[in-house]
């Protein structure tokens, strides 16, 4: 990726003080419905002589391959993440806060509503499992529904290296963006080489960490300022890119099997993707103008981290209802099964909408005073991230969604343990 003479570009997308950018607020709004959609529909619930399993009805579908390139939006997530995280430190360190006071207020944000999921899900699963539901059963949802927290752990260790990245990229963004870039290349290698997929488990960071950068550029307007036919080419060249690794090179097509370890691939997508949507920009601003939409997208951008939270539990609660009431239960990927399917979304909708109205004031709830100590801020990071790795370790259980929980709660109380500093929202 190629800079300008000068980095500075000018008029920033997203200047110290300056309003929130509407069409990233209906990308962010969009790529969370793809997840929900998504996970709704990879749902395979089957009943048989050995009870009911539940499977991912999409995997090893070779029709899905192509598909995954598109509804694979993980990296635009992250660089949304990146605009979003700059531009309110920007706003934080003008108005005299430290990165501490950054750190603490990303983490209560994540933390506090992920806590009340942890706990709800304890205790479900431990009312579950007193009512006699199977092991087997409790372990195979436990296992599908801990799936999409590595977001969360992962969301909140790029956002707590903000303050840090960012100075580095107003100092070297180049050099900052290319390190981090070679880090992710060079972990793939090691992992390829020595056959070892575990080792690629280190681009948790370096994958995701170049994307969020990715978002630092397009929040000083890098993107903005090139011209239609630049933003083509670099979307056609990481796109041939992408299409070589995956065809002539040692890297799997399905933009989902590349997310389990992160590769390389991620960050080409997220260029592509960043290209392609700074050329529709100024349509989807004239498109987010519209009243209703822009509405819309206002309640989801309020409640999207709790609506994450609790899209799959609301699946959940939707197929136990179901189950009890002994609706039928086609076979996944059968013609009755794609045609309940959208019936199928609309029921989970109906229960997520109050699930989330409900969660969502932990969400947006006011941030007590805490202090500036970057020890107390950091530790809370690392804790809060060990709850996340807790239950994708085990998959939620009884045990493990309490132990998260706890953890969760510590690291919110070293936030608040001395008083005086002023809150940053």
Same mark, same amino acid.
């Given at each position: 990726m190629a800079a300008t003479r000068t980095?500075?570009?000018?008029?920033?997308?997203a200047a110290p003080g300056a309003s929130r950018d509407r069409v990233l607020d209906l990308v962010r709004a969009g790529c969370l419905v793809v997840v929900v959609v998504l996970h709704a529909t990879m749902a395979g619930i089957e009943i048989g002589p050995s009870g009911i399993q539940i499977t991912n009805a999409l995997e090893n579908q070779p029709w899905f391959t192509p598909v995954s390139w598109i509804v694979q939006v993980m990296p635009l997530f992250f660089v949304v993440g990146g605009f979003a995280g700059i531009t309110q430190w920007r706003r934080m360190?003008?108005?005299g806060a430290a990165p501490a006071d950054f750190i603490r207020v990303r983490l209560t944000r994540l933390a506090r509503p992920a806590l009340v999921a942890f706990a709800v899900i304890a205790g479900a699963l431990a009312v579950a499992s007193a009512a006699g539901v199977?092991?087997?059963?409790?372990a195979q949802l436990g296992f599908r529904l801990s799936q999409p927290m590595w977001f969360i %752990?992962?969301? $909140? /260790?790029?956002?707590?290296l903000v303050p840090l990245l960012s100075r580095l990229h107003e100092r070297a963004p180049r050099a900052t963006l290319a390190l981090l870039v070679s880090a992710a290349i060079g972990v793939d290698l090691l992992s390829i080489t020595t056959g070892s997929p575990a080792i690629g488990f280190a681009n948790l960071a370096f994958?995701?960490?170049?994307?969020?950068?990715?978002?630092?550029?397009?929040?000083?307007?890098?993107?903005?300022?090139?011209?239609? %036919?630049?933003? $083509? /080419?670099?979307?056609?060249g990481a796109f041939a890119l992408l299409l070589t690794s995956t065809t002539a090179g040692p890297y799997p097509a399905d933009m989902l099997a590349n997310l389990n370890p992160p590769t390389i691939n991620l960050v080409l997508l997220g260029v592509v993707q960043v290209c392609l949507l700074s050329l529709v920009s100024a349509r989807l601003a004239v498109l987010v103008s519209r009243p209703r939409l822009r509405a819309a997208v206002d309640v989801i951008g309020?409640?999207?981290?709790?609506?994450?939270?609790?899209?799959?539990p609301a699946l959940a609660l939707l197929a136990a209802g179901l189950l009890a009431l002994g609706s039928p239960w086609p076979e996944p990927?059968?013609?009755?099964?794609?045609?309940?399917?959208p019936l199928w979304l609309v029921g989970i909708a109906l229960v997520l909408v109050p699930l989330t109205t409900w969660a969502g004031r932990f969400e947006r709830g006011p941030i007590s005073p805490g202090p500036r100590t970057p020890g107390r801020a950091s530790a809370g990071v690392v804790i809060a991230i060990a709850a996340v790795v807790a239950v994708l370790a085990a998959g939620f259980t009884t045990v493990s969604a309490t132990c998260g929980a706890l953890l969760l709660l510590v690291?919110?109380?070293l936030q608040r343990s001395a008083p005086l500093q002023p809150v940053f929202s």
């Open positions: 980095f500075s570009a000018p008029a920033p997308t360190r003008s108005a199977s092991p087997d059963l409790l %752990g992962v969301y $909140l /260790g790029t956002s707590a994958v995701w960490l170049a994307v969020q950068q990715i978002g630092f550029w397009y929040a000083d307007g890098w993107f903005r300022f090139r011209s239609h %036919g630049q933003l $083509l /080419g670099m979307a056609l309020k409640h999207s981290l709790t609506a994450y939270l609790w899209h799959m990927l059968g013609t009755s099964w794609w045609l309940t399917r690291a919110l109380r």
